[in-house]
């Protein structure tokens, strides 16, 4: 029986407060409807042409906008276990479709690692007991995300001016973080604040 690897990669959302997933494939099921879509797909593909999943890998990008070079370390520590099964590393194919979600840097460090990838086309899938549809639930990713962008002056210029209002009052850089993130003026990646990436925002 051929032997696969289902990995499951999505981007963070910063305006959703979702910047950190778990390495536990069930807990970041839990945590990304997108890797609970990808597992979904995967294990019917496996099931349907007759494949063992050995293994299943999870990984949250770093930039919420594009695939990056730092998925090499997620597939470094899948490296040795699919050489010793001889498995195909399974990928959702998200790029097939009005190019999704391309992610060069997966398929280039995959083929530096030596591993075998089989694209997998995302058709709709039941989960939560409910068919998924990939489709509208990108578009709509992809219109929020725009709003988010489009709104970083404003949320820059709110905390910039708040942050300035406590520097003034005599609070440290990182008491002055820590209020920005206690009342809900994030920074412009939607991250936390902290003292360090505060005080670049001020001296910029």
């Not at 999870?58 to 997620?74: H, M, N, P, T």
Request: overall charge positive; hydrophobic content about 40%; proline content about 5%.
């Amino acid at each position: 029986m051929k032997k696969a690897i289902g990995f499951y990669w999505t981007l963070p959302v910063p305006w959703a407060g979702f910047t950190k997933l778990s390495t536990n494939v069930d807990e970041a099921a839990a945590q990304s409807r997108t890797i609970r879509y990808q597992r979904a797909l995967i294990r019917r593909h496996t099931k349907t042409n007759g494949m063992e999943l050995v293994h299943e890998a999870v990984f949250l990008e770093i930039s919420s906008d594009r695939g990056s070079d730092a998925v090499k370390e997620a597939l470094q520590d899948i490296s040795a276990l699919a050489g010793a099964n001889q498995a195909t590393v399974l990928v959702v194919d998200f790029a097939a479709v009005q190019n999704w979600r391309s992610h060069k840097p997966l398929r280039d460090e995959a083929r530096h690692f030596g591993l075998t990838l089989e694209m997998v086309y995302p058709d709709e899938v039941m989960i939560d007991g409910k068919p998924f549809d990939p489709a509208p639930h990108f578009e709509d990713w992809r219109r929020r995300q725009a709003e988010w962008s489009a709104d970083k002056p404003v949320r820059l210029a709110a905390a910039v001016s708040r942050a300035t209002e406590l520097r003034f009052s005599g609070a440290s850089l990182a008491k002055t973080a820590a209020t920005l993130n206690a009342e809900g003026l994030p920074s412009p990646t939607g991250r936390p604040w902290t003292a360090d990436n505060l005080r670049k925002v001020l001296a910029s």
